[in-house]
């Protein structure tokens, strides 16, 4: 692209300010030559007509400012001359000479600096928005236009040495900010949404009158992000709530043959130790604690009302104290499970160790068996002298749950006064909860971790199968021998992987290559031993499929570095269908309020809970006319 990036002037008569009047920008290449240059860019000052500026202090073009990582710095402003020298390189240019330019090089620019005697700033300036820096420094400029806003990709702004007396709040949209200048100006007070400029680094501020309440942050070690947290904590919280997430009806259910109604959630509810500013520096502090937040995540788990619920991140302490108590209150039964490290730590510890919970309503289900499976024992087991199984498969703990459920009456509704022949019939269900590792560095870990899990449900549905088979365990029951007289499965978790992923892959299809890419070249030899194995790929018996496949559902986990799927309800497809599923999140009220990640002040989570309603017909799996016990729980 060879199009100049053009400032038009417009004439201000009857003003002694001079403006800065921007036009189009395109973004792309930009001819660097001298004389191109000074064409591109008109100031237009009192009653002059047209003023043509060179490429001198004035006015300069930037190239691209390659910025470096400054997590490891605590700068209020410029402290000593390594940072000058460092601004004073980011801020130099080069003009590409006739010869570079006829041999074709091209250049891009992504900075902009303007000083001098300027006054007023056109909101057309502001039509820039890739810049990532932006020098307005040592100007005569009393106010920033609103509409600086626009600039969300800047990563550096310079406002020192001009004549600001206040600062827009429209400022702290600008979330990507790591360097805000704001020295020697006329500034008495800072508006408090200054705080959600969570990313920044260094905040230049001497040099004006400001109050000691916030002046004195700047002598405490660390005092740019206690500055940011004490504005953030003190920023008035939004007052619209989270608008209410629709239902999509997807099918009816049938009412020609008797089936199970039974409704589903899934949801990661954010342990409290993982919910810190390090990491949710957007959220205020007071939205932060569990205090705070547990009360959304009640409502929003006992508004969806579900017959099964499935939560992973669940606290130990907070099981025990909250989620079963007070589900209890409401109908439901639970087992509950903390990651495999609590074996190793001593009572106090064990209370802080997250875990996964499955609860079932009572008056729906009866609980036959549970199952647990530590990923890390079973890694240890099937190592057989694997160093990579042993080094990166077994040092993570996540683990999984399996419930196997039974249906009550009250499962049918209003279809069993129909059929009075259902008097007895019940149909078992296996529910899995699973938390998979969440480090995109160890993908082949997350599909190591799914394959062990869907081998363990395998086992425990072709034993419990076997039990209902003609011959088996149970000689009343009505069970023919093949594939969908198997019980059907119900397969929820934070799996941390997107919907393109191996894990999925593995999931929807059945098979995944041993060669996928998720391996990341790994050659685990472990996995040709398996009886799962077959020309190459890694095989399981399951029929699923995803419940919110086909719904305009963008993202489960909505945080500022991270937006996306990996929040899942999957089904035996075979067995079983979708009546309906919740809704997405209204991305559109997101971004009018302006948050940029969860949780936040009105939303209690980083991830948004699944909800699904299935039905469940009645098949030759079930039993009848026996009403078997609630057996004791039984931990594998």
Aim: with cysteine; glycine share 6%.
């Amino acid at each position: 692209m060879s199009e100049n990036f053009v400032i038009s002037r417009q004439a201000c008569e009857g003003t002694d300010h001079p403006s800065i009047v921007c036009g189009t920008a395109v973004k792309g290449a930009f001819l660097g030559k001298a004389n191109e240059l000074r064409q591109s860019v008109l100031l237009s000052a009192g009653h002059c007509s047209t003023v043509k500026l060179t490429c001198r202090a004035t006015t300069r073009i930037m190239p691209i400012d390659k910025y470096d990582n400054h997590n490891n710095h605590n700068h209020n402003g410029l402290q000593n001359d390594k940072d000058k020298d460092e601004m004073a390189k980011r801020r130099s240019y080069r003009i590409l000479t006739n010869e570079e330019v006829i041999a074709g090089k091209k250049t891009q620019w992504n900075a902009l600096e303007i000083t001098g005697t300027i006054r007023n700033l056109s909101p057309g300036l502001f039509n820039l928005r890739f810049l990532t820096s932006l020098y307005l420094n040592d100007n005569q400029l009393s106010r920033v236009p609103p509409e600086i806003c626009k600039l969300t990709n800047l990563l550096t702004l310079d406002l020192s040495s001009n004549k600001l007396r206040s600062l827009p709040i429209e400022l702290g949209d600008l979330v990507a900010l790591r360097e805000l200048y704001l020295n020697n100006n006329q500034l008495r007070a800072l508006p408090y949404e200054l705080g959600r400029l969570f990313n920044v680094k260094k905040l230049g501020l001497k040099g004006n009158p400001l109050g000691q309440d916030i002046m004195s942050f700047f002598n405490e070690s660390n005092g740019v992000q206690k500055l940011i947290t004490y504005m953030l904590d003190n920023l008035a919280p939004l007052q619209n709530m989270l608008p209410e997430r629709q239902w999509i009806s997807i099918a009816q259910p049938d009412r020609e043959r008797p089936s199970a109604v039974f409704s589903v959630m899934c949801y990661n509810v954010l342990c409290d130790k993982y919910a810190t500013r390090q990491i949710y520096g957007y959220c205020p502090t007071w939205a932060l604690s569990w205090d705070y937040r547990k009360k959304g995540i009640m409502d929003e788990i006992l508004t969806g009302n579900a017959d099964i619920i499935c939560l992973q991140e669940v606290e130990t302490e907070q099981y025990y104290n909250l989620f079963e108590p007070t589900l209890k209150q409401h109908g439901y039964q639970s087992v509950f499970s903390p990651k495999s490290r609590a074996k190793t730590m001593d009572s106090h510890e064990r209370k802080f160790v997250d875990g996964c919970a499955i609860f079932y309503r009572t008056s729906k289900f009866l609980l036959v068996k549970e199952h647990l499976v530590e990923f890390n024992q079973l890694a240890m087991a099937k190592a057989q002298g694997c160093e990579d199984m042993l080094n990166r498969v077994m040092t993570k703990d996540n683990i999984g749950l399996g419930l196997l459920l039974e249906t009550r009456e009250e499962c049918y509704g209003a279809i069993s006064a129909l059929h009075p022949d259902m008097a007895g019939i019940r149909q078992r269900l296996l529910v899995a909860n699973v938390h998979i590792h969440w480090d995109p560095e160890f993908s082949d870990v997350k599909l190591l971790q799914m394959m062990m899990f869907m081998q363990e449900l395998q086992k425990i549905i072709d034993e419990e199968s076997q039990s209902l088979r003609p011959g088996g365990s149970n000689p009343s029951s009505r069970v023919g021998n093949n594939e969908e007289n198997a019980i059907p499965l119900v397969l929820c978790g934070d799996l941390n992987s997107l919907p393109e992923s191996g894990v999925l892959e593995y999931i929807e299809k059945g098979r995944v290559s041993i060669t996928h890419e998720d391996f990341k070249d790994i050659d685990y030899k472990i996995l040709r031993l398996s009886n799962n194995f077959e020309d190459g790929y890694m095989n399981h018996k399951f029929k699923l499929a995803r419940a919110h496949q086909n719904t305009p559902q963008e993202f489960t986990n909505f945080t500022y570095e991270f937006k996306g799927i990996i929040d899942y309800i999957f089904f035996t497809k075979t067995q079983m269908r979708t009546l309906g599923v919740l809704g997405p999140v209204d991305r559109e009220w997101l971004g009018q309020s302006k948050i940029v990640g969860c949780p936040h002040t009105c939303i209690a989570s980083d991830h948004f809970s699944l909800l699904t309603e299935f039905e469940m017909p009645l098949s030759v799996s079930s039993t009848q006319n026996q009403y078997l016990p609630n057996f004791p729980i039984i931990r594998h």
